[in-house]
């Protein structure tokens, strides 16, 4: 670590050693150093400027702000100050504000490229995407190989499904730098857009080579396996996609789907069920899972997501439907397994009603029958005694 005399320290030395500390994404080291040297130096603009880039990567958008306006204090005609403050309140979503930086650096200097790039930006912000456009035509007659503003430029051609622009800068990026993964997963989103996923499929995974770890070039593959039908590439890229990610609720769908598309059903099932524990109170994502497993028939595990759908959301119509119907269809399903004859306790009960009713009945047959024996040999001694 490079040690300096703090007494001895000149503004270029703090410059210096701030510089070091952001390269190494050090930033609240840096902060810290550079706040000490514009205390020790309150008016040197090259201290004041890098604590107020400092804090603009930081994302303390505020203070950058603050520090920024204190270089224009000293040099108000400072580009690099302007041009940073137009990019803070950018990022503030400030969009006026920042147009305002913008265009006053390009009153002095129309040749400037960062300030035609933002005030692009701003006019897009303001839902100018017209103009913004052609600030960035603008630039690039200037600086004709600037791959940021030409993938901006794509970018803005593919969001207005203008294919073969998007195409056509996107490929002037690739001639520039063949390799750039934003101008290979651009192009493939062009091409994905226009059903033609076999050369998707191909640029995202080019744009992979770059960095193996990019989910979202990885949940493209899976996007673009899943419409060619190749289960096996599904499922490959899925486990990647969890092997980074293990709670992935789209890579965990992709790859159930990937299992029983390839006729897996207990690992589909499997998935399926580590998925009811991530989902955690997702109600879509539950209402899914259970209908999938009502199709699957496994309809005690679907009533069970139903019924926690319901302490989710008590008044989930598709869930209290569901419920209904499954319910119904277990108690027929009990019903219907029993043996011909045992209905059940409320049949036994019947059963044992009907055998105590007929003992009743020939008890009273029975003494109905003794009765009249007594009163016929009572008659007959009364006879007797009188004769």
């Excluded at 990567?57 to 603050?66: D, K, L, P």
């Excluded at 995407?129 to 503003?149: C, G, M, T």
């Amino acid at each position: 670590m490079l040690r300096l005399n703090k007494k001895r320290l000149t503004a270029s030395d703090i410059y210096r050693v701030a510089h070091r500390l952001l390269r190494e994404g050090k930033n609240t080291q840096a902060i810290k150093q550079l706040e000490e040297g514009v205390a020790k130096f309150p008016h040197q603009i090259l201290l004041l400027r890098s604590l107020a880039e400092a804090y603009r990567q930081s994302g303390n958008y505020q203070e950058a702000v603050a520090q920024y306006e204190k270089v224009l204090q000293l040099e108000p005609n400072d580009e690099a100050s302007l041009n940073g403050l137009g990019n803070c309140y950018l990022k503030m979503k400030r969009y006026e504000e920042a147009l305002k930086y913008f265009e006053e650096i390009l009153r002095r200097n129309p040749d400037n490229v960062y300030a035609l790039a933002g005030s692009g930006d701003a006019y897009l912000g303001m839902g100018n995407p017209q103009r913004a456009l052609e600030l960035w035509e603008e630039l690039l007659n200037k600086s004709p190989e600037n791959v940021f503003i030409l993938n901006k430029v794509a970018d803005q051609y593919r969001r207005q499904q203008r294919w073969d622009l998007a195409e056509d800068y996107y490929t002037r990026v690739l001639s520039i730098d063949e390799k750039n993964p934003y101008a290979l997963v651009g192009l493939g989103n062009c091409h994905a857009a226009q059903s033609r996923w076999e050369k998707a499929v191909e640029l995202w995974t080019k744009a992979l080579e770059a960095n193996s770890s990019n989910l979202f070039v990885l949940t493209r593959l899976v996007d673009g396996y899943k419409k060619l039908r190749n289960w096996e590439k599904v499922a490959e890229y899925c486990a990647k996609i969890l092997s980074l990610d293990k709670r992935n609720i789209q890579a965990m769908m992709a790859l159930m789907e990937a299992r029983l598309a390839a006729g897996s059903k207990t690992e589909a099932l499997d998935v399926l069920r580590r998925l009811t524990e991530v989902a955690g109170e997702n109600v879509t994502v539950l209402r899914q899972l259970a209908q999938i497993l009502e199709e699957m028939g496994q309809r005690e595990e679907a009533l069970g997501l139903y019924r926690k759908i319901l302490t989710i959301k008590a008044d989930d119509q598709e869930a209290l439907s569901a419920l209904s119907r499954l319910e119904g269809n277990l108690g027929e399903t009990q019903g219907l397994e029993m043996a011909p004859g045992t209905n059940g306790d409320s049949d036994n009960e019947q059963a044992k009603s009907e055998t105590k009713g007929r003992k009743g009945k020939a008890g009273e047959e029975k003494a109905r029958t003794e009765g009249k024996r007594t009163t016929s040999r009572s008659k007959k001694a009364h006879s007797a005694k009188e004769g």
